[in-house]
């Protein structure tokens, strides 16, 4: 079965994965109405006490279950032909906002707040998850020069670099040899966000669009045929550039399925009982009071915490131990532990993972680091910026790296911090 027969449903919430979802919905919503007629239910499933377990609770997470349906599909109408699409790493929040404004007739705010969402911070963390693609490894030298341009707002420059490293990513990886804007190409997948009709198959035709006559007018759509051919000159700006990145970054939903061959329809999956639900449930419980009370510290370095020393002179399971625990082990070239400091969502694969921080560190020696600063950006976020001096080629070099760190659970998922079940992760470790 090839994979056009997996994606051919009308809506992204008719995937498996969001029919299961609905389906669990339903359950909860009988759930509820348990609640509402038998007080000592908690106690028969043998839930926490001291957590509050109310209908309430669970009308709060049906909510939450409807938008997640629902909202992809609303982004895409709204925004694919505008050269748009959700994809599945893509911040929900950010979509979300996005569609308010939409819907409030503000689609010019709308777009905006999108093209700040590809701030050259966000898209620099979100290149770095393009290192568990295999097939673009290769291009990621090329990709970061075109970062740098993006940063220095050279778009004329930046633009037409990610179409051709986009161009040729799908290409490598797609079994007919042929490439993102290539004719009759195929990018839908079982069971995505991206890779559905809806999402990539749109946004192909869009991009692909031929464009014959040369204008000078700015356009905001990234037309590789105008942008490589010299017909579109009025390319050279940040939504157009914004686009492009974002274009990236939902194929990379693809190549990751594509790679691990998973485009054609997978076996069922029916892990999801019960006791699922309650731990999700009382995982949303913990997270909301830790969120509740959440400030972001103010730290001394030098006098709250040292800086530098060894992992044990710092808080247990905080950032900047974690950052610590990292450093110390670079020194001691034990690339095995600094694969584990790092989070899932950059590689996906242990061996994968110990084999590109080696290619990354092998030649650089770690000769000293001190902490500068820490900032918590949020619950789940944490930036450190750290001070190294190294040694690579014979040279000393000295830089100032500024490490971002997730706060996340057993399952790679966002987490609070001072979850119990939760630990940090580095989501930005090149040097």
């Not at 919503?29 to 509050?52: E, G, P, Y």
């Not at 966000?122 to 290149?127: I, W």
């Not at 940040?238 to 691990?260: H, S």
């Not at 690579?392 to 609070?416: A, P, V, W, Y």
């Amino acid at each position: 079965m090839s994979a056009n027969n997996h994606s051919s449903n009308l809506l992204i919430r008719d995937n498996p994965s969001f029919r299961t979802l609905i389906k669990q919905s339903a359950t909860l919503s009988a759930m509820k109405q348990i609640w509402r007629t038998n007080n000592t239910i908690a106690s028969l499933l043998n839930l926490d006490k001291n957590v509050d377990y109310s209908y309430s609770t669970v009308d709060k997470l049906l909510v939450q279950i409807e938008e997640l349906t629902k909202v992809p599909d609303q982004f895409n109408e709204i925004f694919a032909k505008r050269g748009w699409i959700i994809y599945e790493s893509m911040d929900f929040i950010v979509a979300k906002n996005a569609i308010f404004k939409a819907h409030s007739a503000d689609i010019i705010g709308a777009e905006a707040d999108l093209v700040s969402y590809y701030c050259p911070t966000n898209v620099k963390t979100m290149l770095n998850r393009m290192h568990g693609i295999n097939a673009f490894l290769p291009r990621m030298a090329l990709a970061k020069k075109a970062l740098i341009d993006y940063e220095n707002e050279r778009n004329h420059a930046c633009i037409p670099v990610i179409l051709a490293l986009l161009d040729g990513l799908v290409n490598e990886i797609n079994m007919k040899k042929r490439g993102f804007f290539s004719e009759n190409v195929d990018l839908t997948a079982w069971d995505s966000i991206a890779a559905h009709s809806n999402g990539l198959g749109v946004l192909v035709r869009l991009l692909s669009r031929t464009r014959f006559n040369t204008t000078t007018e700015t356009i905001d759509i990234p037309y590789r045929n105008g942008t490589m051919h010299g017909t579109d000159l009025g390319y050279d700006n940040q939504m157009v550039a914004a686009k492009t990145w974002a274009t990236l970054f939902a194929v990379r939903e693809w190549a990751l399925k594509a790679e691990k061959g998973l485009l054609n329809v997978q076996p069922e999956d029916k892990r999801f009982t019960w006791n699922k639900i309650l731990d999700i449930m009382r995982e949303n419980a913990v997270n909301n009071n830790l969120l509740s009370t959440w400030s972001a510290r103010s730290i001394a370095i030098g006098t709250d915490i040292p800086e530098h020393g060894s992992p044990d002179e710092y808080a247990i399971n905080t950032p900047e131990q974690k950052i610590v625990e990292f450093l110390y082990q670079w020194k001691a070239n034990n690339y095995g532990f600094m694969a584990q400091c790092i989070s899932p969502l950059m590689i996906q694969g242990k061996e994968k993972m110990v084999k590109t921080i080696r290619k990354e560190y092998t030649h650089k020696k770690l000769l000293s680091y001190r902490l500068k600063d820490i900032i918590d950006i949020s619950s789940a976020v944490t930036h450190v910026i750290v001070e190294i001096e190294y040694e690579s080629n014979g040279i000393c070099r000295q830089c100032e790296k500024e490490f971002r760190l997730l706060c996340e659970d057993e399952h790679g998922n966002c987490s609070c911090r001072g979850n119990p079940n939760s630990g940090w992760k580095i989501i930005s470790w090149t040097i």
